[in-house]
């Protein structure tokens, strides 16, 4: 199983909701990753946990809380979002070997985030 | 930091002909250096990538790509396009020698569109 898989497709929300995005895979990656891509933008980073441990936050507002409860899941928590977070959000996964050595990343299809 | 530009934002090719997508990047440190592929409403894809070793990188789909270290050039090419090649396409550098998560920093985009 080579596929990074993204819940849900698409999600619509307010200002005032809360709401979570879901990733999961079954390679055995241990490197997890979150991106944001804005219409004809390429993916920004946002986080990176490896072996479940949150390793790179890209000063990203509080409002996104990102949470890895396994090896094989990622979440992030929305709260209190703005109309211009609305956005691609894009999973991703690779190995982490602790070498340093470069692994390959897996992305996801995405969630198609809107924020009214 | 690293950085890339591609040179062209859009590039439109007729069916069998073929093709270079400009990509020049900017690094003080050593890099790997990716093509990545998005087709409408999908995640990315890898292409190929260049690590180290020959400058002369093949991919999937007939891709391949020249790494050039006097010109920081990363140009991908295709001798002969389909109407499926038609999509968006991202170079990225990422730091070498780094974690063995890669954080990657990607160019704006070339949106390819192949006419029959």
């Known amino acids: 199983d080579t596929e990074v898989t993204q819940t849900p497709k698409h999600l619509v929300m307010g200002m005032t909701n809360k709401k979570s995005l879901k990733c999961e895979q079954h390679m055995g990656h241990r490197a997890m990753y979150w991106y944001k891509q804005k219409a004809k933008k390429p993916p920004e980073l946002m986080f990176v946990y490896s072996y479940e441990k949150l390793s790179i936050n890209e000063s990203v507002p509080s409002r996104f809380s990102p949470e890895c409860p396994n090896s094989s899941l990622l979440n992030l928590h929305l709260h209190a979002l703005q109309p211009e977070d609305s956005a691609l959000y894009l999973c991703?996964?690779?190995?982490?070997?602790?070498?340093?050595?470069?692994?390959?990343?897996?992305f996801g299809p995405g969630t198609r985030l809107t924020v009214l | 930091a690293q950085s890339v530009t591609q040179l062209d934002s859009q590039v439109p090719v007729f069916e069998e002909a073929p093709v270079e997508l400009r990509c020049n990047y900017s690094s003080s440190v050593s890099v790997y250096l990716f093509w990545y592929v998005q087709y409408p409403n999908q995640g990315l894809q890898l292409l190929l990538k260049y690590l180290s070793g020959s400058t002369l990188v093949k991919g999937i789909n007939g891709f391949e790509a020249e790494f050039n270290k006097s010109q920081t050039s990363f140009h991908l090419r295709k001798p002969s396009v389909h109407i499926s090649d038609t999509a968006e396409y991202f170079c990225?550098?990422?730091?070498?020698?780094?974690?063995?998560?890669?954080?990657?920093?990607f160019g704006q985009g070339t949106i390819l569109t192949v006419h029959p």
């Open positions: 991703a996964s690779s190995q982490s070997s602790g070498k340093r050595v470069y692994n390959e990343q897996f």
């Open positions: 990225a550098v990422s730091k070498a020698g780094g974690t063995s998560y890669g954080k990657l920093t």
